[in-house]
């Protein structure tokens, strides 16, 4: 009997999750797999076989992990990790073989597999022929603009030479140092009353960091700015003043407020000028966690250290389970070498298609968080990820510690849930509790999958974050029986049945998201277009940072395109009225150039995400921020509850400087 009529396709689906994409805590993508196979035949007219079984494995044959028994039709099987992967179906003679002894059937291949080295592509490009190199490259310095100091290289990733003599092709912008200028010291708490007035300046700063002294921005001085806390339903006052270079404005991420106050330029508001001032009124309708920062070139004022958490209390005290302390980190990197931060683009950002990857990342503005705690000590963590484009995968390492998800953006999820390690995209918040169950030093780490895409190779990222000192004495009050169970929160489950009934509304607008790009710079071209190009669900680490900094916003822009119409970025025309709920299609097709992961974030409105490629979304709370990996097709039910003219744009800040945003409008009531 012949197989020659047996087909299939195999699909790597993403399971469920309550953040934007399923990650082990080594970083590796979980994937399901659904088969969708036709003209098997009976397998006993192969020979002695009974069943047809399906593997997985990697391009070396080795682990290989059965999924299970498949036949004709759709089945879907799970779960692998591996980077990339070999699917095999065999005829077997019994479901319960362990080892795939039958005859070899069908078999198919991940993308990532068809990944190749990059050799190939640079010697097309002339890079690797080095005649044209002079023996000092430095001298190439001059044909760039006069200022520049090239990034730090990737430890692990060797660039060809050639690509070291390239500059951005805009002017670089440094703060001036200045002994003057005071250092700035660690932020304060300010715990604010309804009807508070404060003053938020941002100005430089200095810093000592990995033992240099470099100048960056701080508000009031400090690193990060002021962490505000405030009940939720009271309004603060707050006057910014300007003592950047660049204009800008605050925008309150997250918060309903009043629209006049959100702090969009040319919104919203004219930006304010340097040595400028602007009153903002901001009142906080929603207990959740939020972060102010700027919101025009965020690219350099957010990167040098302009921002800050607002805390919003329930006034409800059963809000959270109990818990013996809180911790609240700011996540961030910093692209630092011996002089100081790369500088950034003066009238275009730098890093314009990957985003600026620091080499080095900070936990509220330090190298390193430290804290201590007693055994069985419950402690919730708030955190907020304020890189430009990085998307951490925070675990815990050393003593034992257990971990569940609680809360997000603007709330606590209907159901909590356990996880081993939590994936927190740019501008995304999330509420963890953790228990420290034993003594010891638990770490707190970044471990993530980087690629190097020279030599076509998955390598593991591991960085330290901080770490918790557990001391023997045992936590008083013990909280683990009520840190044993995840609660169903009852009053968000009866808020979310308001809208339960519109989660499977028809799409009303869609989003893809895309690229477009003038002359860069030659080998970046054929980087993006080879075949060979592979595109990770998430990129998670920036290793070639030649040649990320030189693709500038002069000759990047990136695109949230309406597919019905046509229409891109600021000529989008979406008009609502308050009490609409609409459902938003986000679209990032893998084959769009120079495809990667895109945090898409919504101004003064909230919303739910309902499916992540067609499943629907179990984990459900409410979101201003949603990660959409490369592939990936989100769906998210907006409700429209603020009055005004709102942004919806992509958070990685070099891509809101290059096009990535558009303006909807909604009429009052
Ligand atoms: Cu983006």
């Known amino acids: 009997m012949s197989i020659d009529g047996a087909t299939g396709t195999a699909r790597l689906l993403s399971p469920a999750s309550p953040f934007g994409v399923a990650v082990t805590p080594a970083g590796e993508h979980q994937y399901d797999i659904q088969f969708d196979v036709q003209g098997l035949p009976a397998p006993s007219t192969l020979g002695p076989y009974r069943t047809y079984v399906a593997w997985a494995t990697t391009p070396q044959m080795h682990p290989v992990v059965k999924l299970g028994v498949i036949a004709n039709g759709r089945t879907t099987l799970g779960r692998i990790t591996f980077d990339r992967t070999l699917i095999l179906i065999s005829a077997e003679s019994s479901a319960a073989v362990s080892e795939r002894s039958g005859r070899l059937v069908l078999r198919g291949t991940s993308a990532a597999v068809r990944m190749q080295p990059h050799d190939l592509a640079f010697l097309l490009a002339g890079l690797l022929d080095r005649s044209d ?109 300007n003592h950047t270079d660049f204009p800008t404005a605050v925008h309150w991420h997250g918060v309903r407020l009043d629209n006049r106050f959100d702090g969009a330029p040319h919104v919203t508001q004219d930006p304010v000028p340097p040595g400028g001032t602007f009153d903002y009124t901001v009142h ?5 966690l939020y972060w102010y920062h700027p919101h025009h070139r965020e690219d350099v004022l957010q990167d040098l250290g302009l921002y800050g958490n607002l805390l919003v209390r329930s006034r409800d005290p059963g809000f959270f389970a109990p818990a013996n302390r809180e911790e609240i980190l700011m996540l961030d990197d910093l ?48 955190l907020t990820n304020v890189s430009s484009t990085r998307v951490f995968n925070l675990s815990w ?79 008083t009050p013990d909280h683990a ?113 120079h495809a990667m992961q895109h945090p898409i974030h919504i101004h003064g409105q909230r919303f739910l995400v309902t499916a992540v490629n067609g499943v629907p979304n179990e984990h459900r709370v409410w979101k201003d921020t949603v990660l959409v990996p490369t592939g990936f097709t989100t769906d998210v039910l907006l409700e429209l509850s603020n009055p005004g003219k709102w942004m919806l744009h992509c958070h990685v800040a070099e891509h809101i400087e290059t096009g990535m945003r558009m303006v909807f409008e909604v009429d009052p009531k």
Request: glycine share 8%; aromatic share 8%.
């Open 481 to 593: 029986a009520t840190f044993n169970r995840l609660r169903r929160n009852a009053d968000v489950v009866a808020e979310f049945d308001r809208y339960r009934s519109q989660f499977d509304r028809p799409v009303d607008h869609q989003l893809s998201i895309t690229l477009e790009t003038g002359s860069l710079p030659f080998p970046l071209t054929p980087l993006m277009n080879f075949e060979s190009v592979y595109r990770h669900p998430v990129e998670w680490s920036g290793t070639m940072p030649e040649m990320d900094w030189v693709a500038t916003g002069k000759a990047v822009r990136w695109i949230l395109r309406e597919p019905g119409t046509g229409r891109e970025n600021m000529d989008i025309r979406w008009r609502f009225r308050v009490g609409d709920l609409v459902k938003l299609r986000l679209v990032n097709d893998r084959r769009a150039l």
């Open 133 to 241: 190199v002079p023996a000092d490259a430095h001298a190439h310095h001059a044909t760039g603009a006069d200022g520049w100091t090239p990034p730090p290289m990737h430890p692990e990733v060797s660039m060809p030479p050639a690509l070291m003599t390239l500059r951005p092709d805009v002017a670089p912008y440094a703060l001036a140092t200045d002994d003057a200028i005071p250092l700035a010291r660690p932020r304060e708490l300010l715990q604010l009353g309804d009807g508070a007035s404060i003053n938020r300046t941002a100005a430089p700063v200095r810093r000592v960091l990995f033992g240099r002294t470099v100048t960056m921005l701080g508000f009031n001085g400090q690193y990060p700015g002021p962490l505000i806390q405030v009940d939720e339903r009271s309004t603060i006052q707050v006057r910014f003043v």
């Open 335 to 382: 692209l630092i070498g011996e002089a100081g931060p790369t500088e950034y683009g003066r009238d275009a950002p730098t890093h314009a298609l990957m985003g600026r990857f620091g080499n080095v990342l900070l936990v509220n503005g330090e190298p390193r968080w430290t804290s201590t705690a007693r055994r069985g000590e419950v402690v919730r963590v708030f």
């Open 284 to 288: 906080f309708p929603d207990a959740g």
């Open 397 to 475: 390492q050393g003593a034992r510690t257990r971990m569940k998800v609680v809360a997000s953006d603007l709330g606590r999820y209907e159901q909590e849930s356990w996880v081993d390690n939590v994936v927190i995209a740019p501008a995304e918040r999330f509420v963890v509790d953790v228990r420290f169950d034993d003594a010891g030093e638990a770490r707190l780490v970044n471990r993530v999958r980087a690629i190097d895409h020279i030599q076509a190779r998955f390598f593991e990222e591991l960085q330290p974050l901080g770490a918790v000192r557990v001391a023997a004495g045992r936590a």
